[in-house]
């Protein structure tokens, strides 16, 4: 039992690989929340520079507070609803460090039993000004 | 030591949930292959609908067969260069099933212990084209 316990631990350790490299190869903003106490989690390098800061910095720290004018229990809850939601699927904010306006669409999920907002976030604006944006 | 290592693996299977999200979440088609054999090891489903086919039946299948004329020695060859070479970093080919060209953008990583290709595909053209043809 343990040899298995092992070998299937080292195919989880390829997972935590694959996710890193994934979310430095896409081109999309991605950040996830950890939704109880609305920290951030993780984040790639696009988002990082769309939010103004480093991705060190933004680690760990509350993910509201990076917007302007949002409160923490509304803005999640927005998130959340938005979420479950095919129809809208997403939310508009203003970064609070580069006063940037952004769109955010969300996704739920469960990670070890916590409840976590995968957020993708878009520059406002029409396709081509989100891949100048990002260039 | 078993409870530690219990304890590292649940953190570790929210690492595969966490890519399973990202890989659905992102707009970029990403396809997985192992270099050692040319299968692709995973695919999202932006991925498999540029390639013409179901993510289920391309998932083992040989990458290089996907495109046409390309031979599977010199194709994985020319992907891993790619993705050594800051300066090019693509390499151009066309699907087998629907005759679409795609830039492929290269990544190489290990994972346990296997070296591992990310491939971004996009259809080539403008960004505008692009986020047309992923509608």
Redesign the interface.
């Known amino acids: 039992a343990?040899l298995a316990?092992?070998k299937?631990?080292?195919?989880?350790?390829?997972?935590?690989?694959?996710?890193r490299?994934?979310?430095e190869?896409?081109?999309?903003a991605?950040v996830?929340v950890d939704v109880a106490s609305g920290r951030v989690l993780?984040l790639n390098t696009v988002a990082a520079q769309i939010l103004g800061a480093e991705a060190d910095a933004l680690t760990g720290s509350a993910f509201t507070q990076e917007f302007d004018g949002r409160r923490r229990g509304e803005f999640l809850e927005e998130l959340v609803n938005a979420a479950g939601d095919e129809a809208a699927g997403s939310t508009t904010a203003k970064t609070r460090r580069g006063k940037v306006e952004v769109a955010i669409?969300p996704?739920v999920?469960?990670?070890?039993g916590e409840k976590?907002l995968?957020c993708?976030m878009e520059v406002a604006g029409s396709?081509?000004s989100v891949?100048a944006e990002l260039t």
Request: hydrophobic share 35%; glycine share 0%; aromatic share 14%.
């Open positions: 343990q316990l092992e299937d631990y080292e195919s989880h350790r390829d997972y935590e690989t694959r996710y490299v994934v979310m190869a896409v081109r999309d991605l996830l993780d669409y996704t999920f469960r990670a070890a976590t995968l993708r396709q081509e891949a």
